[in-house]
């Protein structure tokens, strides 16, 4: 059974930083693309960033410039970077690890706020 660890979530202030953590348990079988998702109330989850077992690497508007994604491809974890958190990033955080069908697993999600 495959399970995606998260970690780091917490309580910050505006313009401090957090590092989200997520570690695969169990075995996917060709994983194309690992990152990271937020949502918050009444609204979508949406993209945060994400990477490619190749290498290639995405961020939503609002991240670039301010959050770094990297992966571990033999570990299989993924970390995200926050820097110079808004008040605007608090939300609950998911940890998305995508196969190369595109079958999607999801960790718990853990909650980050921004606040003072």
């Known amino acids: 059974q495959v399970q995606l660890v998260e970690s780091g979530g917490g309580l910050v202030q505006p313009g401090g930083s957090l590092r989200l953590s997520c570690a695969v348990s169990?075995?996917?079988?060709?994983?194309?693309?690992m990152g990271w998702y937020r949502q918050v109330p009444g609204k979508q989850r949406e993209l945060v960033a994400s990477?490619?077992?190749?290498?290639?690497?995405n961020y939503a508007d609002s991240a670039k410039g301010r959050f770094t994604i990297s992966r571990d491809n033999a570990k299989n974890t993924v970390s995200l970077q926050m820097d110079s958190l808004k008040f605007e990033d608090t939300a609950v955080y998911y940890c998305?690890?995508?196969?190369?069908?595109?079958?999607?697993?999801w960790g718990q999600g853990t909650q980050v706020t921004v606040s003072s």
């Open positions: 998305n690890v995508k196969d190369s069908s595109f079958f999607n697993y």
């Open positions: 990477k490619t077992t190749a290498g290639s690497t």
């Open positions: 169990g075995r996917i079988f060709r994983i194309y693309d």
